[in-house]
């Protein structure tokens, strides 16, 4: 509807000003009636120095359907002409216009049918994650028109033949095989030069050329290039290679078991869809620094070197969120890279299958496991995380330019969409759902679809109205407030929208009562504002959400939270337990029970817990709670926390867990000196894990508590680390915790600048210890410029760089004057952009929670 009026309005708009910067929704809509056929013939010219120009050439080809203006999406030349020397149509020379980052070439060069745009040009450096020995390009969601002039919309899917040129001691992956490999000087030879793979050239230079992609998206084309490790596995006839640059051997031994698990996820997926790997190989590159945990390139499949290789006790967490990013990468070359959104207000639609399945694929591999249990802390916990704010956003937002697709993203999406397609799929049961699921696959194969598209199909396969459920569950934002209270010999649960509109959330719930010696447990069908069902006489306390399905934000009397306190451990099913922490942590933020009274009670019940998942959650409420909610400061948690890590009769890994607690919250200074000695021998309490990924991030929490011996624990960590990536990373990060004052404020203002956030994961954690919540006095005077940063920030950065920005930012802040100043920025920009504002509520709630008195950060 809204395509057809925009329209006329747009190319009126374009006759005086052009288009608008980034890639306008009315921009892809109307090139997308018009354009088909699209193939993209890429040659880059890699020099090994990170600081020198990519020279770059290209041809476009595609038809049109009638002669039109043609507008490039081309945003990383800086209004600098130089960078393009040369457009060609159809062979001859045109001339073209730079408008608002696009390349605007007039209608008269064109011609109904087949047109071939070719262009030299510099490469844009935006994406191209440039490192000394390594770069790679990561191009999602619109950043292929940093790299090269292109149309970079999902839905103009196109093949890639890309040519690379590039020093011949360097690997080069790309999305498919090489085609052939040849000297610099026989480039215009046809035949594969054997001879150049091993033999550097005499400038020592080697060009590859790339076989055709299938058609992909803008953003799944991709290439890495440099010094790697190269390990390729064969098993059932397909090889699949991984590259590396990883050089510790027990990091590098646990290459066995993520090839296990690669190809475990590429059958899981080839069994449920019912078609075959769609896509020419299935290669994967672990990066360090790699500022996401993995990206999705078909056949080149790019993932962050620390969720790869674990330390040397990794924890059960650990082994489930590798294992599952692994599977969440897999799912996706069904699930986004066959068949793609067309527009990316639908990304969702991609994340929720890749999670969504992926907590499938991890159920073999970890049978041992309580899964259950699992999706509660991986997919409900982090998403009340963000549903609770007043940041927080409905699965499916609306878009208008993509140059801010990457703000839709976020835990809603990723954590709270799995949660409702597991709704849907029990809706529909589990044949249908999967008969659904294929149907779609065929039918938009290589193509792209909508929410719309995916609905009606699975709207056919079910008796049940999936309009009106979407409606709500998808459209929406927010979650219920449950209540339920005995009346008579019923138990009457409400539901209430807390947002005012007065939505109705249908959805299961299920309840225990409990008189303390007896149980009954009801399952309700919650589709109106109420529900009511008999209950046995003489039961006085409800426990809400015992199974942990449900999802919303349950508020227990008073009576019956305070049996929850007192008994957690009384209830047998792992998974109760974790739901009913859960409930007992969105109270105290609720500010039903304070922050004393749940780290008391959950000191008082984790001795008798025996499940690592759920210690690991329990144990994360008690440092949240300590740091941020707690008032009472009698040193109970800690003593606590080191009487559990170094008691040796315990379980390692919930000593290991909570030790990790305490080297985030510890303020004691005999706790301190004992860390401090532990640190400085390189050795923990008896036997547990003790490796370089503690030892590091002990030291800089070491640095901020012991100023005076700071440089010494400074030189003899960076002695210890031997690997070159993470010397590296360790020596911009430790600019963080410098005891100097001054020096901090000096690196934090060198954040600022564009050219110093090149490694996003490195300033995260250094914007983290800047603002520790020991420092946050000093540190009151950073919060307002990183957030007049945050645009730039969002511009110039990565996907998830903006909210890290923020919560890293803000995270140990606690104060009145910390809320305060956010909320006058946001007081100061009214027209804010809603979906950044978002992101700074969401990162700023526990601010406005901790000061229940002060002003609402929004209304
Ligand atoms: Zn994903």
Redesign the pocket.
Known sequence: MRKFIIIPLFFAFLSCSGPEPGVSLQLASERKETISGLGYRLFFNLPEDPKAPIQASQTIDFRLEKPRQIILDFKDFKEDPAAVALVQVNGKQAKYRFRNEHIVIPRRYFKKGTNTITIDFQAGEQSLNRNEEFLYTLLVPDRARTLFPCFDQPNLKATYTLTLELPAHWEAVSNTPPEQEVLPDAAAQTAHSAAAENAPTRSGRKRITFCPTEPLSTYLFSFVAGQFQLLTETRNGRSISLYHRETDPQKIAQTGIIFDQVFASLEWMEEYTGIPYPFAKYDFIILPGFQYG???HTGATLYNDRRMFLGEHPTTGEQLSRMSLIA??TA?MWF?DYVTMAWFDDVWT??VF??YFAAQMIRPQFPEINHRLNDLRAFYATAYDVDRTAGTNAIKQSLDNLSKAGLIYGNII?DKAPVVMHMLAEIMGPEAFREGIRTYLHQFAYGNATWEDLISILDRKTPEDLESWSRVWIHSEGMPHIRACMSKDSLVVTQTDPLGRGLLWPQKVTFSLTDGEQTQILTLDLELAEAKAPVTPGMKYILPNTDGLAYGMFLPDSLSLDYILHNLARFEAEETRLSLLMTLYENMLAGNLSGDTLTHALIRYLPAETNNLVRNSALSYIGEATLRYATVKDGLTEAFLLKTAADTAEDKEYRLLAYRTLTGIFTNTLITQQLFEQWDSGKSFDELPFGETEMTSLSYQLMIRLPDKASYIKEKQLERITNLDRRKAYAFIVQAVDPDPAARDAFFQSLLEVENRGTEPWVISALGYLNHFLRQEHALKYICPALAELEEVQRTGDIFFPTSWISACLRGHNSRVAADSVAAFLQEHPGYEPLLKNKILQAADHLSRNLRDSAPLAD
Do not use: I, P, V
């Open positions: 993995g990206m999705e969440h990468e996706h986004g991609k994340e890749a999670n990723y």
